[in-house]
């Protein structure tokens, strides 16, 4: 199971995954990414993401490519033990952009500045069972 929730935050959309990022169920990510991303950055939070196998890695990759092709950003944050360990496995870590909490605080604490900004509430996208 797989389920995506988002968060407008500005010029940021937080994508909360739990479950599993795999065959199956790999595709609604991405789907959910590309549908609702309306801003500059993405941010996938991985905190509650279980496991993630080749068709998640693939699609990761996928989103990584788009974005550089769309002048946009894809960063991944929360990476669990078990997706640390796929991700430097397979040598794609040094592809990705992984924030840390504290980044991810001072990104949200310059956006909070803005007079513009105004987070919208969190709406869950997909769940896949």
């Known amino acids: 199971m797989l389920s995506v929730t ?6 940021l959309t937080l994508f909360r995954c739990a479950g599993r990022i795999t065959a199956g169920y790999a595709g ?3 789907d959910v990414v590309l549908s609702q991303l309306h801003n500059r950055t993405a941010v996938l939070d991985f905190a ?3 496991a993630v196998d080749a ?5 990761l990759v996928s989103l990584r490519r788009w974005a550089d092709a769309a002048g946009r950003e894809v960063k991944l944050l929360n990476l669990t033990p078990q997706v640390e360990e ?4 397979t040598k794609l870590r040094s592809a990705f952009e992984v924030c840390s909490v504290r980044d991810m605080m001072d990104l949200l604490g310059c956006l909070a500045e803005r007079p513009q900004f105004a987070p919208e509430p969190a709406v869950p996208c997909y769940v896949v069972a």
């Open 28 to 30: 609604v990510l991405h």
């Open 48 to 50: 509650e993401v279980k």
């Open 55 to 59: 068709a998640g890695l693939g699609v």
């Open 86 to 89: 796929v991700l430097d496995l």
């Open 6 to 11: 988002t968060h407008n935050l500005g010029k």
